[in-house]
Structures are given as structure tokens and as C-alpha cells.
């Protein structure tokens, strides 16, 4: 009735011949007493005194003679003994419960009332834990104001914003996978024992313990990215246009991430930048023209010259944009543009 089906016993896994319990592996060193450090504390006196009590071989002080009370002491606790007990805290008729007030006459203080200065008092063998220090994360974003590092600290508010100032980035949706890569790259963790939380440890390019400078492990290089450039060159030669331009974005995604040591790759990154921009609106342009092309249905000739002109303005390496050159010629010859396919050419 509550939509469970029983499954047929093809489907049903086979029981192994010979079954074992599954059971955490043995610790191999095994601490009988804890051997962590500890905050050194000031014992309580009285405590001391207590085990100096227990301690053995002490000296026993000896009981004090008990002394007889004098006789007139005696005679006054048979007299009070006489009195009725039965209740105690019974008062006359003649006395008015409500003179007393509320503290009954006494000048009570309100044991609930703050002392003036009582916090400002330090208790005697106090304690205080010490506060939890500065995690490397933290120091990964306080030490630098590259993006790629506060994506690998996780702080993606921060590093959006930095990008917007840096280079007006405004839609970070394409770049959502690069983020979580990043963060996932910037740190390993590895299992100790099967009832213990994984170890966190952070890869670092640079660190400094005596001047707390830490700075994160990119992954993406500018190899890697030179070498998905010639990829996109080759998906290109190939016509295979819509995986080159999926290529060519992703370097242009992954590019404002990357980390460079040295003015010779600010330029190559800034030329890396132009060729990709370049090739991914030659590549929409041509990608637009096959789509007016192949609608049969209303034709539009002039329509794929316009945009086959436009894919030879596009700074292409030579021998692509000698492709693109033919190809927009074959195409004014045949609406029979003669005019502008000798200007093509």
C-alpha cells in the first residue's frame, strides 16, 4: 500500500558462501593514558589539603577530650525541652505579621544584585582557554587581493567582487564550475581512523609561519591553458566550430584565475585573452551563417555573404583565415557577387 514492490529474484543481490561482520581495523598504537598537551593550572589550597590528607604516612591529629556540660547547662535544656515543639515558627496572636515587611525587619541585600566592579575582580586561579587562532584560509584572503586566491579560501562573495572592480566581471555563471574546482583543489583530505572526522590539509605556494604569509596552490597554470589553445586550433582546422568555441570560452572563463609570477606572462595571458576573443566571435559568426544556410524553408543568400564577410575581419592565424577567406569567396560566387568576391579575395 505505501508503493514499495517487491523485486523479483532475479534482481536480488547474491548472499555471500561465507559472511563476515565488518569491523573498524584495530588502532595500531593505542594510548593508554592521554598523552595531549594540557594547560598548566594553579591547584585549588583546600584541594591540596585534601590530598595532602590522603596522602599515606601522614600524621593523625588526635580528637579533642569531649567536656561535660556544667550542670545550670543542663538544667536549661530540660527546661527548653519542656516547651511545646510542635510548631516551631508559631507567633503570638498579638503580633502583625505585616510589620515585618518583605525581608521581616531584617536589612536583607538581594543576593541576585550586581556588586559594583565584581567583573572587573579577577577570581583567584581562573582560567582562561586560549582563543582560537587564525585558520589559513584567513590568511590566505588577508595576504592577497588576487581573486583566485579567495576562491581557494572559499570566500566566492569576495572574489566576485574583486573581479567586478579588477576587470568588470558582471555574470559569474559560466565561471561557477572553475570556482567550485579551484576550492576543491586548494585542500586534501585524508581519512586517519573510521570514527574520526578527515584531516584538512591546505596546499600552499608560498608560506611564512614567523611573518604569517600563506598564499594557496593554484592548479590552472598558463601551460595548461596554451595547451587548450591548441586544441581549439586544431577543433578549428577541423570545422568542428561549436567544440572550439566551447574551448575558447572556457580559456576565457578560467583566465581571470590565473596566477602569474612574471611580466612576460601578463603579456602572453593578455595575448592568450585577444586570440580567444577573437576566434569565439568568428567562430558565432560562422556558427550563425550554417544556421541561415541550412533553413530551406526561407532562404536568405545575401543574409550568409554579410556574415561570411564578417568572419574574414576576425584576427585569425594565417592559415584559418585563408579557410575563411575561400569560403566567404565561394559563397559571393554563388549569388553571383562577383564584385565583392574580388574584394574577398
Same mark, same amino acid.
Not at 581573486?147 to 559560466?174: C, R, T, W, Y
Not at 595547451?227 to 577541423?238: A, D, K, N
Not at 561549436?242 to 566551447?246: D, E, L, R, T
Not at 565561394?330 to 574577398?344: L, M
Given at each position: 500500500e ?19 561482520? %565488518? ?17 598548566s ?39 527548653? *525541652? ?16 505585616? +510589620?515585618?515587611?518583605?525581608?521581616? $525587619? ?10 559594583? $566592579? ?26 592577497s ?7 581557494? =579560501?572559499?570566500?566566492?562573495? *569576495? ?17 561557477? $564550475? ?6 576543491s ?7 586517519? %581512523? ?14 611564512n609561519?614567523?611573518?604569517?604569509? =600563506? ?23 577541423? =570545422?568542428?566550430f /561549436?567544440? =572550439?568555441?566551447?574551448v575558447y ?8 584565475? %590565473? ?47 554579410? +556574415? ?8 585569425? /592565424?594565417? $592559415? ?5 577567406l575561400?569560403?566567404a ?17
Open positions: 505505501g508503493g514499495v514492490t517487491e523485486l523479483p529474484p532475479a534482481d536480488l543481490p547474491k548472499v555471500l558462501n561465507s559472511p563476515k561482520l %565488518l569491523i573498524p581495523p584495530v588502532p595500531i598504537m593505542r594510548l593508554e593514558e592521554s598523552n595531549w598537551p594540557l594547560l593550572k594553579e591547584e585549588n589550597p583546600f584541594a591540596v589539603m585534601l590530598k595532602q590528607q590522603e596522602a599515606p604516612g601522614q600524621m593523625e591529629i588526635p580528637a579533642q577530650p569531649v567536656e561535660e556540660e556544667p550542670s545550670y547547662m543542663q538544667e536549661e535544656d530540660q527546661q527548653s *525541652s519542656a516547651v511545646d515543639d510542635t510548631d516551631p515558627w508559631k507567633i503570638g496572636d498579638d503580633v502583625d505579621p505585616d +510589620l515585618w515587611g518583605d525581608d521581616l $525587619g531584617f536589612d536583607i541585600p538581594d543576593m541576585d544584585a550586581k556588586v559594583e $566592579g565584581q567583573d572587573d575582580v579577577p577570581e583567584e586561579n581562573f582560567v582562561r582557554a586560549p582563543r582560537p587562532g587564525t585558520t589559513t584560509p584567513q590568511l590566505w584572503v588577508v595576504n587581493s588576487l581573486a583566485a586566491d579567495h576562491v581557494a =579560501a572559499g570566500q566566492f562573495e *569576495s572574489a566576485m567582487k574583486l573581479l567586478n572592480s579588477q576587470i568588470g566581471i558582471v555574470n559569474f555563471a559560466p565561471m561557477k $564550475g572553475h570556482f567550485m574546482s579551484l576550492y583543489s586548494s585542500n586534501v583530505q585524508h581519512w586517519g %581512523l573510521p570514527s574520526l572526522k578527515p584531516f584538512t590539509t591546505y596546499l600552499q605556494r608560498e608560506f609561519a614567523s611573518k604569517r604569509i =600563506a598564499k594557496p596552490l593554484i592548479y590552472s597554470e598558463l601551460q595548461h591553458q596554451m595547451g587548450s589553445l591548441r586544441e581549439g586550433y586544431l577543433l578549428t582546422t577541423q =570545422a568542428k /561549436q567544440q =572550439a568555441c566551447v570560452q572556457s580559456i576565457l572563463t578560467k583566465l581571470p584565475l %590565473l596566477v602569474v609570477d612574471s611580466p612576460d606572462e601578463v603579456d602572453q595571458v593578455k595575448e592568450l585573452i585577444s586570440i580567444c576573443r577573437e576566434y569565439t566571435t568568428g567562430l558565432v559568426i560562422e556558427l550563425k551563417r550554417r544556421e541561415v544556410m541550412s533553413d530551406r524553408s526561407k532562404p536568405q543568400p545575401v543574409r550568409a555573404a554579410e +556574415l561570411a564577410a564578417l568572419f574574414t575581419h576576425c584576427n585569425l /592565424q594565417p $592559415g584559418h583565415l585563408m579557410l575563411c575561400r569560403s569567396a565561394n559563397i559571393c560566387v554563388k549569388i553571383k557577387n562577383f564584385a565583392f568576391c574580388n574584394t574577398a579575395t
